[in-house]
């Protein structure tokens, strides 16, 4: 069983804090490692795509790196600011098929 | 192209009713998948498309569920006889293989079994 885990589960911070999250995945048959931001009431927002280990990507003051040796990716938020306020997924995919995801971790920034 | 849609947003049934949901995909994607999310949950594949061809189901997708895509283009999601357990997020992605990696999402129907 193919089991992707994310971490912390939810994270409440002031706006202007930086912060970061954890997605752990299995580190065999990587294919590619998947960020999505989810708000509520709108669809799952693709952020970032990783497929080579050691990539680093950044959209703004977003930005995540991975490691597909160890299995794991970190999403780092810069200043967090009030709109950043989702639910973060990661998702891992072994093949060009269907995606795994994680549980999510699900920000809430204070003004 | 406005992106993935789906329909409807929202659906309250009863116990035991039968209910379809409809994605339209992003149109030159060859790709469509449907994905469940329950409370707390991730979400979870239940089965994909290229073009009309039905590839995967998950284990999840019991015989109560029934997916089509009739012309590689929108697709639909049968759930017969529903039960309070098939209350979920019900998300449509698509994506064109070949091209991307990303798959792109609709808002997904949110369905509430009474």
Not at chain 1, 48 to 68: C, Q, Y
Not at chain 2, 61 to 82: C, H, M, N, V, Y
């Amino acid at each position: 069983i193919l089991n992707v885990e994310q971490s912390p589960q939810s994270l409440h911070v002031q706006e202007g804090d930086s912060t970061n999250f954890t997605c752990s995945f299995p580190s065999s048959n990587f294919y590619a490692l998947h960020w999505y931001r989810w708000e509520t009431a709108k669809s799952p927002e693709a952020l970032f795509v990783m497929t080579l280990n050691g990539d680093e990507k950044k959209k703004g003051r977003i930005s995540a790196t991975l490691n597909t040796k160890e299995g794991y990716s970190y999403l780092y938020i810069k200043g967090s600011q009030p709109e950043d306020s989702a639910t973060y997924l990661c998702a891992f995919a072994f093949n060009t098929d269907k995606l795994i995801f994680g549980t999510g971790t699900r920000l809430q920034v204070f003004p | 192209d406005t992106g993935v849609s789906q329909d409807p947003r929202h659906k309250i049934t009863k116990r035991g009713q039968n209910v379809t949901f409809r994605c339209d995909p992003i149109s030159e994607h060859n790709r469509l998948y449907w994905y469940r999310q329950t409370l707390g949950q991730g979400p979870e594949f239940l089965t994909y498309f290229q073009n009309e061809a039905q590839l995967e189901k998950s284990r999840l997708l019991s015989d109560r569920f029934s997916a089509e895509r009739p012309k590689g283009s929108f697709s639909t999601l049968e759930i017969q006889r529903t039960e309070q357990g098939d209350s979920a997020m019900y998300l449509c992605a698509s994506s064109l293989v070949g091209f991307s990696y990303e798959q792109y999402f609709g808002p997904g129907t949110r369905l509430t079994v009474t």
